[in-house]
T-cell receptor, first 110, second 116 residues
């Protein structure tokens, strides 16, 4: 059965800290890995990763994929209170099936 | 505004009612999804439609019935639901060429369902 695991499940940090969120997966027919941020409502897209070792960056966020070891990390540097959210990792497989992990709940305190 | 619109945003229904959730996407995508999000549980994939054909039915009870009349619209028909079906139901869409390319999901704001 296809599975996506995230760790930690929750995290509390102070503003300015750097955090690393982890995502590992076991799926058949991997196509891509996606990261989303969910605050109160709909998840918003952050990154899509398809190739190993190529870092994607957007401001203070970055992510990388290791297809050999079947994991990805999401880094957030110089965290701000606005980064408080649930970060979701998802894997897309064949026939466009997209499976989500349980999420990491990040709280950034001033 | 993500280009994916869901209605209604909130729905309260009894266990004997029949209702429908609607999703419309204005992005020209050809894959559409229904997810269920319950408290303290991961997003659960319910159905996937690819080029209007259902390609995934993730062991969903028959009291949930999807309909995809065209690539822009997706419905979830609900009947004789149970209180444990109360959740946020999220619709999403993505672009795929059915072969080697598949893009990210764009989500609607969700329909909050309460079953009494």
């Amino acid at each position: 059965e296809d599975k996506v695991v995230q760790s930690p499940l929750s995290l509390v940090v102070h503003e300015g800290d750097t955090v690393t969120l982890n995502c590992s997966y076991e799926v058949t027919n991997f196509r891509s890995l996606l990261w989303y941020k969910q605050e109160k409502k709909a998840p918003t897209f952050l990154f899509m990763l398809t190739s190993s070792g190529i870092e994607k960056k957007s401001g203070r966020l970055s992510s990388i994929l290791d297809k050999k070891e079947l994991f990805s990390i999401l880094n957030i540097t110089a965290t701000q209170t606005g980064d408080s959210a649930v970060y979701l990792c998802a894997v897309k497989t064949s026939y466009d099936k997209v499976i989500f992990g349980p999420g990491t709940s990040l709280s950034v305190i001033p | 505004e993500t280009g994916v619109t869901q209605t209604p945003r909130h729905l309260v229904m009894g266990m004997t009612n029949k209702k429908s959730l609607k999703c419309e996407q204005h992005l020209g995508h050809n894959a559409m999804y229904w997810y269920k999000q319950s408290a303290k549980k991961p997003l659960e994939l319910m159905f996937v439609y690819n080029f209007k054909e259902q390609t995934e039915n993730n062991s969903v009870p028959s009291r949930f019935s999807p309909e995809c009349p065209n690539s822009s619209h997706l419905f979830l028909h609900l009947h004789t639901l149970q209180p444990e079906d109360s959740a946020l139901y999220l619709c999403a869409s993505s672009h795929t060429n059915g072969l080697d390319y598949t893009g990210e999901l764009f989500f609607g704001e969700g329909s909050r369902l309460t079953v009494l």
